[in-house]
DNA sequence: ACAACAATTGCAATCGGTTGCGTAAAAATA
DNA sequence: TATTTTTACGCAACCGATTGCAATTGTTGT
């Protein structure tokens, strides 16, 4: 097997007798180098194989053209495609994307962002632990002009960046169709977290909804999860179906929750949606697989991406950092399928 | 805002009155260092809120203690358990994940290879796209010395590390399962790809199963698909329920095909499991959420993901590149749920 | 033919850790 | 006390691309 050295300008100025600051304006284009000149480089550069050295160029510059993306796991649903839109638009502009996962764990997230930071990321989109309660581990990032977008999970008090849908809005929306759907007495489960809150906010939409109904805000129908898990999700339901009544409608701030209390209540003999109605969030996959087909409310996550992605790169070509650090909504709607059919 | 410039190892060298060799020593535990100057150093560079430049180090040493992933998309539950599981394994030995996407393109492949070798990764974990049809692009990293392991989809004929499981045995189960459940008219679904040849050696377990029970392979049972979408299962699930007799069963090369043909076994009035049974393969999410429960065979992702993770981190120690090319195989087994049932 | 200017290319410093080698000071040995 | 050995640290080159400024060559104008 041949020992390759990597090929650098060197050895290109090295073999056409030019210099290396010759050969590296040749390689992009520019103005002052002649045409001539440019195609041979260009040419010869091919031939050799070579490969420019990313770390030279961005510790020299201190800019990398990378992206640092912190997220809580990549096996979620809505994040994978989060990250999948990240990772289009950043292509498109040539940028480079470094995933990192905090499993929902602050100390994890604090040495993922010290990484990034090691690594001189361009800029950083992230979306918050559950367990964070702190964002100090960001100063670095705004410390030194590092645009930084959080997504979905946002901390409420930070001067960022920020693509979020409108949780309140849309756990009204969920609701409101419910009731439309013709429920009266509609459950609601949740979770706690300060910083990422999101589904508090869902859960102001819910009460809202219920109240320009005129219906009761009862407390027992409002139940508090550790985690947002199937086997959370399905204690809850049990613990919903032990009522008498039973509630006739459930908003899920999660699609899993959804799917949870769709099979408890399919176990224990309860038809969805005559007995009992069901609305989703997020429009995961298996939002079309269950049977019925659970109603759900729409997360854009691949335009969130997108969306993040792109205000990286406008800030950095921009290089004001000055810029408004506006939050961006997006756009979330019902998608009423099988679950809460009348 | 206050404008930190990045706080490099001269100036805790300056604040010490030391040489940045002896700082840069120091931080890493250099035994020619004295324990009192460590700890000084240590804490000064705590307190003057000092992270080491990665690309500096990298720059020097060669070496950048990164990995690179290339899969086709981190969207597919069996990939983001991959991903996930060479994180865990990479993080305990500090080591920095870069996931690129080549959305099974053959072009983008090239290039997220060329940008992986720009960006003087360690080492890289790759699952080929599907049009990949020749490996060049990798020789880049051989040529190297650079470990690289290929994932699942792995070129046949490429001296290097491979972490599979045997598709071939796999398929051979899942079929003698439907045979064992009574099946004896059973269809399969594959697709075309000469590399990543998985599919092909599942085909194969399936055709040499029914041989081993005497049973005729019928070429109308089985259908190749262009992708394996849910559209395409769909299509293909028609076909198979358009024959008289229809039969009575079906090995699926993904649960996701799989979970096409029980849709649409259900909406022509076809039962699963007493008139169609159905194996798929994977052990996604859906396969469990679906009604009735789907039988699979498991693909341990996660595992994948830390063995290959452990065998890039161990030739890396180790540093001799004569090491055999060992090709790991990882265990499959069948899981038998509902849509198989007798 | 010569100044003035434009078009090209070269020189050398720079980014921030790392490391081989040299050396001064302290400790051990003769 | 003189000499050898350790211990602890400094010097300076190095990795490879970038870029401000100097230098060279080629063009144009008068």
Redesign the pocket.
């Known amino acids: 097997m041949e020992e390759n050295?990597?090929v650098?300008?060197?050895d290109i100025a090295e073999r056409l007798?030019?210099?290396?600051?010759?050969?590296?304006?040749a390689?992009?284009d520019h103005?002052?180098?002649?045409?001539?000149?440019i195609k041979k480089v260009k040419k010869t550069a091919e031939e050799m194989g070579?490969v420019?050295?990313t770390l030279?160029?961005g510790?020299?510059?201190?800019k990398t053209r990378t992206i640092g993306v912190l997220i809580p796991t990549v096996t979620q649903p809505f994040l994978s495609s989060l990250i999948s839109g990240i990772e289009i638009t950043a292509q498109k502009s040539d940028y480079t994307v470094i995933i990192m996962q905090s499993h929902d764990s602050y100390e994890e997230e604090v040495n993922m962002a010290k990484s990034l930071y090691s690594n001189r990321v361009s800029g950083v989109i992230c979306s918050l632990a559950m367990e964070t309660r702190d964002t100090a581990h960001f100063h670095q990032f705004s410390n030194n002009n590092i645009p930084l977008v959080f997504v979905d999970r946002v901390p409420k008090d930070y001067n960022t960046f920020r693509v979020v849908i409108d949780n309140y809005t849309a756990g009204y929306k969920a609701t409101k169709h419910l009731i439309e759907q013709g429920c009266i007495r509609i459950a609601h489960l949740t979770a706690g977290s300060e910083l990422g809150n999101l589904y508090n906010e869902r859960k102001r939409g819910y009460i809202e909804a219920l109240k320009d109904h005129n219906i009761e805000v009862e407390e027992e129908l409002i139940i508090n999860l550790n985690s947002v898990t199937y086997e959370d999700g399905v204690k809850a339901s049990n613990a919903l179906f032990d009522l008498k009544p039973i509630p006739d409608g459930l908003f899920a701030p999660g699609d899993i929750l959804a799917v949870s209390a769709v099979q408890t209540a399919k176990k224990r003999g309860i038809k969805v949606p005559e007995e009992f109605k069901v609305i989703g969030f997020n429009n995961d996959p298996i939002s079309q697989i269950i049977d019925p087909n659970l109603s759900t409310i729409t997360h854009p996550a691949e335009k969130m991406g997108k969306a993040a992605a792109e205000i990286i790169i406008k800030n950095l070509m921009s290089a004001k950092n000055d810029d408004a650090k506006e939050i961006t909504f997006l756009n979330t709607e019902v998608l009423a399928r099988e679950s809460t059919e009348k």
Do not use: Q
């Open positions: 050295k990597h650098t300008i060197y007798n030019l210099a290396t600051s010759t050969i590296s304006r390689l992009k103005h002052t180098i002649s045409d001539k000149t070579f420019p050295n030279a160029a510790l020299r510059g201190n």
